[in-house]
């Protein structure tokens, strides 16, 4: 077994582990899902973003291409990105919610910036939340099913 450590790794988003665009739109065509310009456009672009981006962030960078692309789209994909595990959300308490690929087997937390709004991926050892949620189940009766958690703060530079 691995010795529990506290170290924060921090996340390389083009870690060969991750999944590639390609990988994804074809589990999506697999699925029966038809992959439009705008589908792939936006996975392409999640996959690419170096760290979770929001909704204009996506507009933007879909409208190079697909200048017609507008706002509701952009949030239907979204929700359909979503309930196909694809992306996940992220809330960093600004009122505008951040989205990244989501890794199943890559559970992970963030590092928010409240200045710049900077947003690093991290894995947080595990060992203490897990102890956590143990005692949550006896005292409260309560089974834990997931958890999120983000910290707030300022980065390198802004500090
Ligand atoms: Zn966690
Ligand atoms: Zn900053
Ligand atoms: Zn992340």
Do not use: W
């Not at 456009?41 to 204009?56: F, G, N, T």
């Not at 694809?86 to 951040?98: H, P, Q, T, V």
């Amino acid at each position: 077994m691995k010795k529990p450590s506290s170290r924060l790794n921090v996340i390389e988003q083009d870690s060969p582990e991750n999944s590639s665009a390609e990988q994804l739109i074809e589990a999506l065509r697999t699925k029966g899902f038809r992959i439009t310009k705008i589908r792939q456009s936006m996975i392409e672009a999640l996959v690419a973003a170096s760290q979770p981006v929001s909704a204009p962030q996506l507009l933007e960078q879909v409208a190079q291409q697909h200048p017609s692309v507008n706002k509701t789209t952009i949030y239907r994909e979204l929700d359909f990105l979503a309930d196909n595990k694809i992306l996940s959300e992220i809330d960093i308490l600004d009122g505008m919610k951040r989205y990244e690929i989501l890794h199943p087997d890559h559970h992970h937390h963030h590092l928010v910036c409240t200045s710049c709004r900077d947003i690093q991926c991290v894995e947080v050892p595990h060992h203490d939340l897990h102890a956590l949620e143990g005692s949550i189940q006896k005292t409260h009766n309560f089974t834990v099913q997931s958890h999120v958690l983000e910290f707030f703060g300022l980065c390198g530079k802004c500090s």
